[in-house]
């Protein structure tokens, strides 16, 4: 008898981040509405993370500078997440201009971040967190129409950097 088995190998590596988690996008209910703290546990629940909206801030990207430049990039540029501090590392769930879940969405391991902070500027935090050698910068205000959470949260975003 031959052995007509064969091995394979794979040279194929797993994506250490970005990791798309393609939750389904809850109905779409009114201008703000996702910002509300019940939107966010069912969505979360709906991909299989832990249903809680206590470790969780709206970031809105911090390269928007350039959209002042051209309404047509800010049109086809969606620059807000809602961030979730997850024990294994932070999932950031796209949010459309309209404050709708748009269903993109990037978890970023915990052990693929080598730094992470925030400063305080003019009514904002710029938060920043370093992963494969860039640095990446957001947004954050604890003002926000319609959102029940940010201000509260706002106020845990040390406890919540100090897990990394």
Known sequence: MEDTSTVVESNQEEPI???NYNAPVPAKIGFGNDFKTDR???YKRAMGIEPTADNVVVAEAANMGRMLISTAYAAITDKWFILSFEEDG?????????SRFTGQNIFIPKESISEMGYKNSVLRKVFSFKTDGRKNKYYLSPFLLNCDFQKKNMEKLDSFIAQY
């Open 40 to 42: 966010v546990i069912a």
């Open 90 to 98: 932070v999932l950031f769930m796209g949010i459309n201009k309209l």
């Open 17 to 19: 981040h970005n990791v």
